[in-house]
């Protein structure tokens, strides 16, 4: 295959790999199934921190890791909890230092809901809002509850980015391929996949990489 010229915008649109649900170990952007445009946060780097919503192309956080039990944040590196652990609808959401035996950091992926592992309560976004800034919940488990409907859009995380390993040129802004202005020029008979890699707004220790594939 060959092109002589492709935005990274462009391509990106083709890179991205959506899934209803995640693989063990891999890393992945949660967005509500309605409004792909917005991407599961948290509000901030400490325990305690809400679980909300954010603008997928302005925050830095927006990278999740499944382990097979819990979520774990890549900027973070805390986990999705359940808060007190409570039992009732509209209990929140929160990032917590991440315990293999806290069963308020297990959920169970499926479907395109996120079940509280044990319990018949999913991740819902509270009221069907969709606004950066809205603040997740838990709810009873419906099936066709569209609030409980999320995608997760695969990433590639690199790890040494401090050696250079992502290119100078590249700049420091979160989901960069998405937002950047050039083009690549004269790019002729490519193989597949075809990566990119990006430094993760201000995490410079962090980088992502995606990658376009056919099949």
Same mark, same amino acid.
């Given at each position: 295959?060959?092109?002589?010229?492709?935005?990274?915008?462009?391509?990106?649109?083709?890179?991205?790999?959506?899934?209803?649900?995640?693989?063990?170990?891999?890393?992945?952007?949660?967005?509500?199934?309605?409004?792909?445009?917005?991407?599961?946060?948290?509000?901030?780097? %400490?325990?305690?921190?809400?679980?909300?919503?954010?603008?997928?192309?302005?925050?830095?956080?927006?990278? $999740?890791?499944?382990?097979?039990?819990?979520?774990?944040?890549?900027?973070?590196?805390?986990?999705?909890?359940?808060?007190?652990?409570?039992?009732?609808?509209?209990?929140?959401?929160?990032? $917590?230092?991440?315990?293999?035996?806290?069963?308020?950091?297990?959920?169970?992926?499926?479907?395109?809901?996120?079940? $509280?592992?044990?319990?018949?309560?999913?991740?819902?976004?509270?009221?069907?809002?969709?606004?950066?800034?809205?603040?997740?919940?838990? $709810?009873?488990?419906?099936? %066709?509850?569209?609030?409980?409907? %999320?995608?997760?859009?695969?990433?590639?995380?690199?790890?040494?980015?401090?050696?250079?390993?992502?290119?100078?040129?590249?700049?420091?802004?979160?989901?960069?391929?998405?937002?950047?202005?050039?083009?690549?020029?004269?790019?002729?008979?490519?193989?597949?996949?075809?990566?990119?890699?990006?430094?993760?707004?201000?995490?410079?220790?962090?980088?992502?990489?995606?990658?376009?594939?056919?099949?």
């Amino acid at each position: 295959a060959s092109f002589k010229a492709i935005s990274l915008f462009a391509l990106t649109a083709l890179a991205s790999v959506a899934s209803a649900g995640p693989s063990t170990g891999k890393s992945y952007t949660v967005s509500p199934a309605s409004f792909s445009n917005l991407c599961v946060v948290p509000a901030g780097d %400490w325990d305690g921190a809400r679980l909300t919503l954010a603008d997928c192309d302005t925050s830095d956080d927006i990278a $999740w890791t499944f382990d097979g039990r819990s979520l774990k944040n890549s900027a973070t590196q805390r986990c999705v909890d359940v808060i007190d652990g409570g039992h009732w609808n509209g209990n929140g959401l929160q990032t $917590w230092t991440c315990f293999d035996d806290n069963t308020n950091q297990r959920f169970s992926p499926s479907d395109g809901a996120i079940q $509280w592992t044990g319990q018949n309560m999913c991740i819902d976004l509270t009221d069907g809002n969709g606004y950066a800034g809205n603040n997740l919940q838990l $709810w009873q488990c419906y099936s %066709w509850n569209t609030n409980q409907q %999320w995608t997760f859009t695969e990433v590639e995380e690199v790890d040494d980015c401090e050696d250079g390993s992502c290119g100078k040129s590249l700049v420091f802004l979160p989901r960069a391929i998405l937002t950047a202005q050039a083009t690549i020029g004269g790019l002729r008979d490519f193989r597949l996949p075809l990566c990119f890699r990006f430094r993760v707004g201000h995490h410079p220790g962090l980088c992502l990489r995606l990658c376009l594939r056919i099949g």
